[in-house]
């Protein structure tokens, strides 16, 4: 690494990246795989910690949104014609002739970037989500996305909604959760924030729209793949550590130790997905089985519907929760963990509980 490396002899993504930086006029490019030591646990270990920093302090990510892995490329040949929207005048608008614009769908923001591949991989979740500013590469454009604002080469001034029928000429604009999300967790007071963030009912407090905010970032997270399951909470001890040095609340495996929020976060189970395996627990030990870290997979969380609109009645109360990490760190690899619960028992008939059980909701 002292003495260089021939630019020539790089993958042809990298020799993009740095072809990239060298227009935008920036010395230094960080790329995982060269930066971190791949065969050293100690240092990888070390680094991993650090992503949130690199990330949250960057000048700008440089995504290849239809590389599947460090084998594909930044550019693509295209044709531009088909970047450039068409505008239309609707005669038949209830409200009078309207001018619209007319796109071709495949180089839309939904299926140009959401649906493509780097969508599917862990690893690009906390970039996506900690990097002030995103230089996106599609195989049809070039999209922008930060704190304040999505763009395109299509959409140079924002990134509008999809609409048809009678919304077509809506002006209003997109607010994407991931968009929302980078707000949130760049904010100073995630907490305060979250009081707004990804419209949830005024009648939730702060705290626990906190808690919703992170199950989005969960929910998301799980449906990714990882090339290495031992990852699973490497892959999001950046985000981790950003927002817990801002809220100074414990960070156990892939959850936030604090009354009220871990007794939901308990309310996971595993989840299948169309056209994806079944999850499953892997063979080495990674988190302890009341964590969603410890599984393979999509998860949901079964008390989400009547918790969203008007809260669940919590019947069970965590009373002590702790992890032993490898490195010391909260977010760092988990070699055991704990968990000791309070509350009623009631019985279980026919798949579900019996509408006669009355529990106190807070057992003494």
Known sequence: MRNGIPVSELPLLYRDAVNTCRQLGTRYLWIDSLCIIQDQELDWIREVARMGQVYGNALCNIEAAHAADGRGQLFFSRDEARVKPLSVTVEWHKDGPLACLMIDSS???????????????????????????????SKRQVHWA???????????????????????????????????????IASDNPIHLSHWSLGYSPMVSP????????????????????????????????????????????????????????????????????????????????????????????????????????????LAYVEDAKIETVDGTPTGPVKSGFIRIEGPLVEKRNGGFSPDDQADPRPE
Not at 117 to 137: D, F, K, N
Not at 157 to 175: F, Q, V, Y
Request: charged content about 25%; proline content about 4%.
């Open 146 to 184: 930060c704190r304040t604002q999505e763009a395109s080469e299509l959409f140079p001034e924002g990134m509008p909604d999809l609409r048809r029928g009678d919304d077509l000429c809506s002006h209003s604009l997109a607010r994407r959760p991931l968009h929302v999300l980078k707000q949130w």
């Open 107 to 137: 180089v839309h923001h939904d299926t140009d970037v959401s649906d493509a591949p780097l969508q599917g991989r862990a690893w690009v979740l906390q970039e996506q989500l900690l990097a002030s500013r995103t230089l996106i590469y």
């Open 207 to 314: 705290w626990e729209k906190f808690w919703l905010s992170w199950r989005t970032i969960v929910l998301d997270y799980t449906r990714r793949d990882l090339t290495f399951e031992k990852d699973k909470l490497a892959a999001i001890a950046g985000i981790a550590s950003v927002i817990q040095r801002k809220i100074s609340v414990p960070y156990i495996a892939g959850m936030w130790n604090f009354r009220f929020f871990i007794e939901y976060e308990l309310c996971w189970e595993a989840k299948t997905q169309a056209n994806c395996r079944a999850p499953f627990r892997p063979r080495d030990y990674r988190a302890p089985t009341w964590s969603w870290a410890s599984i393979e997979g999509s998860i949901s969380y079964t008390y989400m519907t009547d918790y969203d609109v008007t809260g669940d009645t919590q």
